[in-house]
């Protein structure tokens, strides 16, 4: 019942988006911004259906999002490729191509440039709408291109229809295969409630209780915990949006990172249980994986055995491993899952050089914010920049298209709001 009611909410979606494209006029590369986001989130929603229906040994998703990706960069002009703040990105995706192609990971090697191609021109079309257009209209569009998952999450959740877990608990996540991917789009989701220019108090207060409700029934404990800058910023900037709020959002993140470990277990239940046994006995837990017991294997989802797996799997890797890695998409030894840790993921798929190349790319982006003249979107830029480096202590954005998506929505308004005072009519930047 839940799949065929999503399948009737799917072109009620796009009836809304193609009312929202209306505002872009005959702009056609503004539209395709939007189209190639809600398309992903259209073939998501087709649930075992594009996952497992195979086209030339693609599933829908997966073909769909290469021809979505093809398209864009083919129909976008060569001079959005060359601005300089996108440059830290092409080395990050020419590292990944020579490990990939070192370690003969060469199935894996075309999701990832793909992946990347896709993230490439999210960003750069969003930036450029953001230079065409007005600011509110924009990022109106987007809020409801993600209409499409937040209704499906909506309608699981009516029709009690959860996704269960191994350990018995309910997920309600649409027709979405696991809460973290879904989270991730929340993630998204968030972030645009957070730069929106809303009018009234009320009406963000009432979407921010909302999009908090939406992260608790989907049951992710990693990003619900990754979402806390965003929510203390919405919070600040709706009750006091003017007066000191980078240093009120600077002291309040701090406790918030003091006490969450004591005080979110209690708030949220059992499901955060776990992360009291990580911080008071931490330094037990650190092992090579061979000497986990059977309980330890448990804690935390396993989250620290595959930890250890990839650490320990970089630390006895050759030479070359150690500083390129073992190529995109490969797992540590007797796993088939991904670290569920984005910085061990880099460092075990790409070596040391990957993982100081992504702090350096990433680094340079909130330079970028800081140094920007301030504007009322500037402080969500740097929460959303803090949640995803607290997202990536649990979990994965940089391999799948729903964390690019996020990562693309931040870039793409770093980039403007650090340039905004020289862009041209045409979305790039005077030179």
């Known amino acids: 019942m839940l799949q065929a009611a999503i399948y009737l909410l799917i072109p009620a979606s796009l009836a809304l988006l193609s009312v929202q494209l209306r505002n872009f006029g005959t702009d056609r590369l503004s539209k395709l911004a939007m189209i190639i986001i809600w398309g992903r989130f259209a073939l998501s929603s087709l649930g075992e259906v594009g996952v497992k229906t195979s086209v030339a040994g ?15 960069i083919l129909a976008m002009p060569m001079r959005m490729f060359r601005v300089s703040w996108i440059l830290p990105f092409y080395a990050i995706i020419a590292l990944g191509a020579l490990s990939g192609f070192l370690n003969g990971q060469y199935v894996e090697l075309v999701s990832f440039v793909v992946t990347w191609c896709y993230f490439l021109a999210c960003a750069l079309l969003l ?152 911080t008071s006995s931490s330094s037990e837990l650190i092992k090579p994986p061979e000497e986990y ?34 190529g995109p998409d490969v797992r540590a030894p007797d796993l088939t899952v991904h670290a569920h840790n984005e910085f061990l993921r880099i460092l075990f798929e790409f070596g040391f050089v990957g993982l100081c190349l992504w702090f350096g790319v990433f680094a340079f982006q909130v330079s970028l914010v800081l140094r920007a003249r301030e504007c009322p979107a500037r402080l969500p830029v740097l929460a959303g920049y803090a949640s995803v480096f607290l997202g990536s202590l649990g979990t994965a954005f940089f391999n799948r298209p729903e964390g690019m998506i996020f990562v693309a929505l931040l870039c793409s308004v770093t980039w403007f709001i650090a340039n905004r005072d020289r862009v041209q009519g045409n979305g790039t930047p005077q030179r």
Not at 59 to 72: K, R
Not at 133 to 147: E, I, N, Q, Y
Request: charged share 15%.
């Open 58 to 72: 693609f599933s829908l998703v997966a073909l769909g999002t290469i021809i979505m990706t093809a398209v864009c």
């Open 127 to 278: 930036f450029r709408a953001y230079g065409l257009h007005d600011f509110r209209v924009v990022v109106g569009c987007l809020l409801s291109v993600f209409s499409l998952p937040l209704a499906g999450q909506a309608l699981s959740f009516a029709l009690r229809a959860p996704k269960v877990g191994p350990d018995g608990s309910f997920s309600y996540i649409g027709v979405y295969g696991h809460e973290a991917v879904f989270a991730l789009v929340l993630m998204g989701a968030l972030f645009l409630v957070a730069i929106y220019p809303w009018q009234r108090r009320r009406d963000v207060l009432g979407v921010l209780l909302l999009m908090v409700a939406s992260f608790l029934i989907a049951n992710y404990r990693t990003m619900i915990i990754a979402a806390l800058p965003l929510i203390t910023v919405i919070v600040i900037q709706a009750t006091q949006p003017k007066r000191h709020a980078l240093r009120k959002f600077a002291v309040i993140a701090l406790v918030l990172l003091l006490v969450a470990p004591e005080v979110v277990p209690r708030l949220v239940g059992d499901r955060f249980d776990e992360i009291g046994t990580l």
């Open 293 to 326: 017991t059977a309980r330890e294997k448990d804690i935390l989802s396993a989250r620290l055995y595959i930890w250890a797996s990839h650490l320990y799997g970089t630390t006895r890797a050759s030479p070359v491993q150690l500083l390129i890695g073992h």
